[in-house]
């Protein structure tokens, strides 16, 4: 029997996959399933139970959660990546790991063959299948559900045929939790004017007092929360609980998809809408004016290439290494208020705060020049302009 890895997520589309391909192709499956967060112990221990019934002659459930920091999600911090200003692309960078993590263990148990559930509708088909071909092109990729475009009747109608009796029915919302956000879909999402309505979200408001919290960076990674330092994955965490009692980090992302459609999902990131913010609010204080305009050209490309599918570039790390070197100074405090549906940024504290009032003060005083310095300056300044006005205005 050939060994198949499976990516397996104990959904209706995965777990067909374990049958059909376990009984009707005689693979030897092996599922697979990649935490990158929101996966306690007995949901991991409910999946293999299924993916066993189903048919697979193994199940491991990978824990990638500080590798999908440490590859990912630290950059996108770095860069402030907002896609379309909006998502923190909470999914689409889950996805390009979990396609890591299972092409290595593909290869350190020599199977021949890879599989996921994915549809020919959506983005993580070229995702999971770019990362496949680049890193083992020698390894098959088979798509069930692609390939045979089949239905969600049509799958579940061959499980039960098959004695699986599992209850498939469908949730009203499509909810996919990990450490850098929730994504929300349903009916609403396919409309382009209807909102989600409250209950839709995973996460309900239960604080109203508003509360001030200290999130501290070192060297632009969040080390510490009012003062307690604990590793960047621990601290965005313990900010998610906190800031989701809140009902923090809603909104709807529309984007374009990598197969060129538009797409419409709802999301909550309250950890990462306010880690970015408060990240890029000490960036201002910190960096230069031109530090910040590239890396917001740089940062939004990272972004585009990540969702695009295309982490494996060479361009990529060069793109990291650009990043990382930015920050070196970005260490501080950042003093974020926490308030229903929102947040504010207070202010920060830093030794590298470039706002130095011993050289002046904006709009009021200045210190390190004279008035003749400044009437020099401008005038110099201005040539350019005034070369292009007068030759201009002679030829109008």
């Given at each position: ?5 499976l ?9 067909y ?8 192709k005689?693979?030897?499956v092996?599922?697979?399933s990649?935490n990158t967060?929101g996966?306690?112990?007995?949901e ?7 993916a066993?019934?189903?048919g697979a002659?193994?199940?491991v459930s990978l824990?990638?959660?500080q590798?999908?920091?440490e ?6 911090i770095?860069?402030n990546?907002?896609r379309?200003?909006?998502y923190?692309l ?6 390009i790991v979990?396609?890591l993590?299972?092409v290595k ?5 020599g ?5 996921h559930g ?6 993580d088909q ?6 496949f071909?680049?890193i ?20 579940i109608?061959?499980?039960k045929?098959n ?6 029915e469908?949730?009203k919302y ?8 929730t ?5 609403e999402?396919l409309?382009s004017?209807?909102p989600l309505?409250?209950?839709?979200y995973?996460s309900?408001l239960e ?8 999130l ?8 510490a929360?009012d ?5 960047p994955?621990?601290?965005i965490?313990?900010?998610n609980?906190?800031a989701?009692s809140?009902?923090i980090?809603?909104?709807?992302h529309v984007?374009?998809?990598i197969?060129?459609?538009k797409?419409?999902v709802?999301?909550?990131a309250a950890?990462?809408l306010?880690i970015i913010?408060?990240?890029?609010l ?7 004016k031109?530090q910040?305009?590239q ?5 939004n490309?990272?972004?585009?290439l990540l ?6 570039d060479?361009?990529?790390r060069?793109?990291?290494a650009?990043?990382?070197?930015t920050?070196?100074?970005v260490s ?10 929102r ?10 705060d470039?706002?130095?009032?011993s050289?002046?003060?904006y ?7 004279s008035a003749d310095?400044?009437k020099?300056f401008i005038?110099?300044l201005?040539n350019?302009?005034k070369i ?5 205005q002679?030829?109008?």
């Amino acid at each position: 029997m050939k060994k198949l890895v499976l990516a397996y997520s104990g959904g209706l589309d995965t777990s067909y996959c374990a049958r059909y391909l376990s009984k009707e192709k005689g693979f030897e499956v092996h599922a697979v399933s990649v935490n990158t967060g929101g996966f306690s112990k007995e949901e991991i221990a409910v999946i293999e139970e299924k993916a066993l019934q189903l048919g697979a002659s193994s199940y491991v459930s990978l824990d990638a959660v500080q590798t999908f920091y440490e590859s990912v999600v630290k950059y996108l911090i770095f860069g402030n990546v907002l896609r379309n200003n909006t998502y923190p692309l909470s999914v689409s960078a889950e996805r390009i790991v979990q396609a890591l993590e299972i092409v290595k263990y593909a290869k350190k148990i020599g199977a021949s063959a890879i599989a996921h559930g994915s549809t020919g509708a959506g983005n993580d088909q070229v995702r999971f299948d770019m990362i496949f071909q680049i890193i083992a092109p020698e390894i098959e990729i088979i798509t069930p559900i692609r390939d045979q475009k089949l239905s969600r009747e049509t799958e579940i109608a061959y499980l039960k045929e098959n004695g699986i009796a599992y209850s498939w029915e469908k949730a009203k919302y499509s909810i996919n939790q990990g450490l850098w956000g929730t994504s929300v879909g349903g009916d609403e999402t396919l409309t382009s004017n209807l909102p989600l309505p409250e209950s839709a979200y995973p996460s309900q408001l239960e604080r109203k007092e508003p509360v001030q919290l200290t999130l501290q960076f070192k060297n632009g990674e969040f080390v510490a929360l009012d003062g307690v330092e604990d590793s960047p994955v621990n601290n965005i965490e313990k900010l998610n609980s906190l800031a989701a009692s809140y009902a923090i980090g809603r909104d709807i992302h529309v984007g374009d998809t990598i197969i060129g459609i538009k797409g419409r999902v709802g999301f909550e990131a309250a950890a990462p809408l306010i880690i970015i913010k408060a990240h890029h609010l000490l960036e201002k204080h910190t960096l230069s004016k031109w530090q910040q305009y590239q890396k917001e050209q740089l940062g939004n490309f990272y972004g585009m290439l990540l969702h695009e599918g295309n982490y494996l570039d060479e361009v990529m790390r060069n793109i990291e290494a650009f990043l990382e070197d930015t920050q070196k100074h970005v260490s501080g405090e950042v003093f974020v208020t926490l308030y229903p549906y929102r947040f504010q940024l207070d202010g920060i504290q830093s030794e590298h705060d470039l706002m130095n009032a011993s050289f002046g003060s904006y709009g009021e005083m200045n210190k390190g020049w004279s008035a003749d310095d400044a009437k020099g300056f401008i005038k110099i300044l201005s040539n350019q302009g005034k070369i292009a006005n007068h030759v201009n205005q002679s030829h109008d």
